[in-house]
């Protein structure tokens, strides 16, 4: 401690101060050995640095130490040096020697801080004050070693101002050096340079800092001699010696340096030698002639060649033929110019190997400079492997593209983030959204700037949920498509997370469900409304009550847990859940299957209702019944009123039976009185009487017959409504038909002069299959009341093939017409027009109704179109096929039978004497029976050549009789003898029956002798007479050709009538003829063919048998197109009307016309007009006077008597009005004159 004080200057001490003065030589010196030293320590710290030896790492720092610590203590001595005292200064040797130990120590540091190559602030202010401090203890150790006359003290502030210097300059000297050479921002020389001036000033600046705080107490030797001062050579000594210390750490610098060259390049040369060797590429190293120069390992693999084959070689071997000009073209031009476009290129080449295959790589080019050579080193990779995997890319990429074009929806990668930047999507993006895939990969639009509002915010929290659970995201929103459209879709995705976790991006599938969406809503409605409307319930399999809906409860007043878990037999009564059926039913379900029905069940209280129930076993995933769904329906009300249905059902069947019954008795009851009215009316009107008893005898029979009508119109309908009636489907002429329609009506026409016109269309075929008996019970009736309806004009029936298969039959008329209001109920039964029809024309409104009925049970349909006062339209469009061609009958003949035995049963006598007279007066032998036991008993007496048998008879009936009948037949082994029923019955049940007794035909009453003479020739064709005589074949007789006048007045009803009509024919004939000759001329068949049918209707309405044959015969010839057969028709026609001319001609009295004057002339027509006002009045006031209707008849002449017989069956049906409407038509006609 002492010491320490004996150094210390203080302020006061009466020593004076000795002033030295410095040699700037020298200062420079020192300065520059600082500088040096300090750059050469700072090299040998970077040659340190980059060793990788320690030993050498550390041999470089401590030279670099000893010679920064060496320049320190020599650029400190020379400093010292430096300064002129004027005294004599001596060194002490060991402490001046000592004070270099400081120096390297503190140079050692620093060095080793620089060599490092990561320096923290804590270590370089640490190296920083370690060397600052290490050069201060060596600059005052080494002042402390001055030996001379004056005292050398230091002022302690600037001692510590040296030290900071030295520390602060020393750590920034530290510091650049390492930055410098970190930051690379100037060249190695430049920081090298800096770096070490820095650590020289360093240096510099502590000792002469140290100098400043020396204080030197003494005075000057005035005996000292400057030139005596060695100082210079003693620095230049030390300089040199400094200088041969850096030179031998410079040389232990170069060494360590070269050791360390010669090591690197000895690894380089090793490392590039392992290189080459273990390189997968081929590296091939050529001269500028081309020759191989080295070959490594991998270039010998992938052409086969060893690298001591190919040394020397040209490498134009290693490439095809086509490379060969190129290659050496580029050698060529790259020899003149040092310069090639390929240099530092890889292009894809083909090569060649040694066994002459060739394969791809892919070749780079590179060139070597050496010292007095140019070296060009090739690269090459085989692209085998490569091409394979891109190959395999490419295919992966496809199938990629495939299985995402094939994937339903929409796949896509995206980023997660605000916008969702597609990655990836797959291009049914298009469909999805109306945009390309294209749009969203460019990021021109993303999925929310079209998604819904009202979702987006839903969508990020749902999706955010999701992927923080770690879990798959579903969700369900709505977008727009550019076209506007809302759709709904479902996306499905997964999160892509980093190595961290965080979500990186999302894969994801979106689907379109609009359609889904909008079945599921319909669904769900459905659902909804089935719930609210249907009773529903669930059950396990063993019938446990699992849910049921509030319609369920509520409708057999349950609340929900007093079922739940109970069993479905609650529903169900004791017995019906112990039944075999209700067994059953949980069987069904149990195997999967559905099971419905209706059912009765029990409510809460017992109370008793009726559903119905559907149980639907769901199905689970292995497709086994896991649970029942029952849909229930109260069909309480319907079973109530299906009760009461069945009861009026049974109350129906009751009256129907009764109905028919009741139609049976009156069929029987009826026909029976009325078969003897019209039979004997017939046979009175063929004896001798007066013709006012004709006329009486006339109305009874045309009453009688009209009444039938009526009867059948009422049994027609009835077997209608009961689907009873039967067609008989037979092929038919139609021609024929319609021509025996008009020609029936054509009188009835006449008689109103009304124009009856058939209109038949070229395309209309001869022959159809149907139903001709119902067509011409149809057409009758249309064409009737059209008649019936029409006061004046024409009626016209109009028949037009529509197709193959369809036949419209349209009747118009120019009658009253019917009001629009009224067509609808035109058809219905009992119905006209109007409520004055029937009382003005007569008539019960069965007709249409029958009418329509029957075309809808042909299979078509009737309309009608009218309008008042322009007539109507009925048209039938009837499916009709095309028929084959009949033998046609000959017409206008009568069937005379041979002498029968007859046997006639009947329990009805007037039936009995009817027939007896009918058959009796064509020379049959009648025997007749009251009942079937005589008429067996009959049978086994004698043999009988025909039975008539009637079907109702008391004791046994007609079925029981000729069942007998047949028993003894087989029995005695006798001829079946023909058997036909007579019964008044229209029924299609007795009919059959009748058959299945035996009998053989079958004969309606009233009896039509025309029909039962036909009945009777049917049944005896192919029988043999059970007598021992067989009776006479059946011969045909024809009748007076020219005209059948029977016929005739029977139709007219009126002979002098009958007669003017003849008379016009006759006189009309010659007219036709000329047309009909005039048209043959002009070879005009369909006209010819018109003209002949409408002379053929008028001819069979005038009963002319061979003048309609004829006109019939030449129809078909023109229609045929047979010109040259209808001149001899032509002939034959003309032959025909002369006779009858002649005929008519011949007959007594008068002509018709002086008939029908004679006639009038001898009445009192002023007396008639009388009658008829008083007859008028007695109409309007709706009384019968019998006396004046016997007046009128009596006293009109026979050309009024159509209108008088009119009038009479008015009055006699009671239609009051109709007959003041003939009156008045009457009234005009004789005030006309028309006589």
Not at 20 to 35: E, M
Not at 661 to 672: G, K, P, Q
């Amino acid at each position: 401690m002492i010491e320490i004080q004996h150094f210390i200057y203080r302020d006061g001490d009466p020593t004076p101060l000795l002033y030295g003065t410095y040699d700037p030589w020298l200062v420079a010196l020192s300065v520059t050995i600082a500088i040096g030293t300090s750059v050469l320590g700072m090299q040998l710290a970077r040659v340190a640095r980059k060793q990788t030896s320690l030993l050498l790492k550390q041999a470089s720092i401590i030279a670099g130490s000893i010679s920064l610590g060496a320049g320190i203590w020599a650029m400190h001595f020379i400093g010292m040096m430096a300064l002129n005292l004027c005294t004599r200064v001596d060194y002490d040797t060991f402490t001046t020697i000592l004070s270099m130990a400081p120096a390297v120590v503190a140079s050692w540091y620093a060095l080793y801080l620089l060599s490092g190559d990561k320096l923290t602030y804590q270590r370089l202010w640490l190296g920083g004050t370690l060397v600052g401090a290490g050069i201060g203890a060596m600059h005052y150790t080494g002042m402390l070693a001055m030996q001379m006359a004056p005292v050398l003290k230091f002022d302690i502030q600037w001692v510590l101002v040296s030290v900071v210097v030295a520390v602060v300059l020393a750590t920034s000297a530290l510091w650049t050096g390492l930055h410098l050479n970190q930051q690379k921002r100037l060249s190695s020389l430049y920081s090298l340079v800096l770096s070490g001036s820095l650590m020289g000033i360093a240096i510099a600046a502590m000792h002469y800092t140290g100098m400043a705080s020396a204080r030197i107490l003494g005075t000057a030797d005035q005996q000292y001699n400057a030139l005596n001062n060695h100082s210079s050579s003693l620095s230049l000594g030390i300089f040199l010696v400094t200088t041969l210390i850096a030179i031998l750490a410079a040389a232990i610098n170069a060494l360590i340096h070269y050791k360390q060259m010669l090591h690197s390049l000895q690894y380089n040369q090793s490392r590039l030698r392992t290189i080459l060797e273990t390189a997968v590429d081929g590296i091939i190293t050529i001269d500028m002639n081309g020759r191989i120069l080295s070959f490594n390992h991998a270039a010998e693999q992938l052409f086969g060649w060893k690298n001591e084959e190919m040394l020397g070689k040209d490498t134009t071997i290693l490439m095809p033929k086509a490379y060969s000009v190129r290659h050496n073209h580029f050698l060529k031009n790259f020899g003149k110019n040092g310069q090639a476009k390929i240099l530092g290129v890889g292009r894809e080449v083909t090569g060649v190997r040694k066994d002459g295959s060739t394969f791809p790589m892919r070749l780079a080019i590179g060139k070597a400079d050496i010292p007095g050579e140019t070296v060009i080193v090739g690269f090459i990779t085989d692209l085998t492997q490569r091409n394979a995997m891109k190959t395999a890319v490419r295919e992966r990429d496809e199938q990629l593209r495939s299985l995402m074009s094939n994937i339903p929806g929409v796949t896509f990668r995206c980023l997660y983030n605000q916008d969702w930047k597609m990655l990836l999507i797959s291009e049914s993006v298009k469909d999805l959204t109306g945009w390309t895939a294209e749009d969203f990969l460019k990021n021109k639009l993303s999925f929310s700037s079209f998604t819904h509002s009202d979702d987006s915010t839903r969508i990020a929290t749902e999706v955010e949920e999701a992927l923080a659970k770690g879990e798959h995201y579903a969700i369900e929103y709505r977008i727009r498509h550019r076209d506007g459209r809302e759709k709904w879709v479902s996306e499905v995705g997964c999160a892509i997370r980093d190595k961290t976790g965080a979500v990186q991006m999302l894969d994801g599938v979106i689907l379109d469900v609009t359609e889904n969406k909008l079945k599921n809503a319909e669904f769900e409605s459905i659902a909804r409304a089935i719930n609210q409307s249907t009773s529903v319930a669930e059950f396990t399999m063993d019938g446990m009550i699992l849910d049921a809906n509030p319609t369920f409860l509520t409708l057999l007043g349950y609340e929900k847990h007093e079922i739940i878990g109970r069993h479905h037999s609650i529903f169900c009564s004791a017995q019906d859940a112990a039944s075999e059926r209700y067994r059953n039913k949980w069987q069904a379900l149990n195997r999967g299957e559905f099971v419905q029905g209706e059912f009765k069940r029990l409510g809460k209280n017992g109370s008793e209702l009726w559903i119905h129930a559907s149980y639907s076993p769901i199905l689970n995933a292995d497709g086994k019944p896991s649970k029942v769904l029952m849909f229930m329906i109260d069909i309480s009300a319907r079973i109530r009123m299906e009760n009461d249905l069945k009861e009026a059902k049974y109350k129906a069947e009751q009256a129907a039976s009764a109905k028919a019954t009741f139609l049976a008795n009156m069929s029987h009851e009826i026909r029976t009185p009325m078969n003897a009215v019209i039979g004997f009316s017939e046979i009175m009107m063929d004896t001798n009487m007066q013709d006012e008893q004709r006329r009486y005898m006339h109305t009874i029979n045309s009453s009688a017959k009209s009444l039938l009508h009526l009867l059948n119109d009422i049994l027609d309908s009835a077997k209608l409504e009961k689907g009873k009636l039967e067609l008989e489907i037979v092929d038919f002429s139609l021609h024929e038909l319609l021509d025996s329609i008009i020609s029936t009506l054509w009188v009835q026409a006449r008689r109103k002069h009304l124009e009856l016109q058939l209109e038949l269309a070229p395309n209309v075929a001869p022959y159809y299959v149907g139903a001709p008996d119902r067509i011409r019970q149809v057409l009758m009736n249309l064409l009737g009341n059209a008649i019936k309806f029409t006061e004046q004009g024409h009626v016209k029936l109009v028949v037009t093939q529509l197709d193959h298969q369809q036949v419209s039959f349209s009747v118009m008329d120019s009658g009253i017409g019917i009001p629009q209001d009224r067509l609808d109920v035109i058809f219905e039964p009992f119905t006209q027009a109007d409520s004055s029809m029937s009382r003005k024309f007569g008539g019960t409104g069965l007709g249409t109704t029958i009418s329509k009925q029957l075309v809808e049970l042909m299979g078509g349909h009737l309309v009608a179109k009218s309008e008042i006062g322009s007539g109507s339209c009925f048209t039938m469009i009837l499916p009709l096929q095309l028929g084959t061609v009949q033998i046609e009958k000959t017409k206008h003949q009568a069937y005379a039978l041979p002498a029968l035995r007859i046997l006639v049963a009947d329990d009805i006598r007037q039936n009995l004497d009817l027939i007896s007279i009918l058959l009796g007066r064509d020379g049959h032998h009648i025997t007749t029976a009251s009942n079937g036991i005589e008429a067996v008993q009959y049978f086994n007496q004698q043999p009988f050549d025909l039975i008539l048998m009637d079907v109702q008879m008391p004791q046994l009936d007609g079925l029981g009789a000729a069942t007998q009948i047949r028993t003894i037949e087989t029995a005695q082994q006798l001829a079946r003898t023909p058997i036909i029923a007579l019964t008044a019955s229209v029924l299609q049940e007795d009919r059959t029956a009748a058959y299945k007794a035996g009998m053989d035909g079958f004969a309606s009453k009233p009896v039509d002798i025309d029909a039962l003479t036909r009945e009777m020739i049917r049944v005896l064709n192919g029988h043999t007479s059970t007598g021992a005589d067989t009776p006479p074949s059946l011969q045909l007789h024809t009748k007076n050709d020219t005209i059948d006048l029977e016929k005739g007045l029977a139709l007219w009803g009126n002979k002098p009538l009958y007669f003017q009509e003849l008379a016009r024919i006759v006189a009309d004939i010659p007219l036709q003829m000329a047309r009909l000759d005039s048209t043959l001329e002009q070879q005009n068949p369909q006209q010819l063919a018109g003209l002949a049918h409408a002379s053929k209707g008028i001819c069979g309405n005038l009963a002319l048998p061979a003048l309609y044959a004829h006109f019939a015969i030449l129809e078909k010839q023109a229609m045929a197109g047979d010109l040259v057969s209808a001149t001899d028709t032509l002939h034959h026609i003309s032959t025909a009307w002369h006779t009858l001319r002649t005929w008519l001609a011949a007959q007594p009295a008068t002509t018709p016309a002086s008939m029908m004057q004679a006639d009038a002339a001898a009445y009192d027509i002023p007396m008639l007009q009388t009658q008829l006002t008083a007859l008028a009045q007695a109409a309007q006031l709706a009384e019968l006077d019998d006396k004046r209707m016997q007046a009128v008849s009596t006293m009109a002449p026979a050309i009024y008597q159509p209108t008088i017989q009119l009038i009479l069956n008015a009055f006699n049906d009671f239609e009051f009005e109709l007959a003041a409407t003939h009156i008045v038509q009457l009234q005009s006609q004789i005030q006309s004159g028309a006589h």
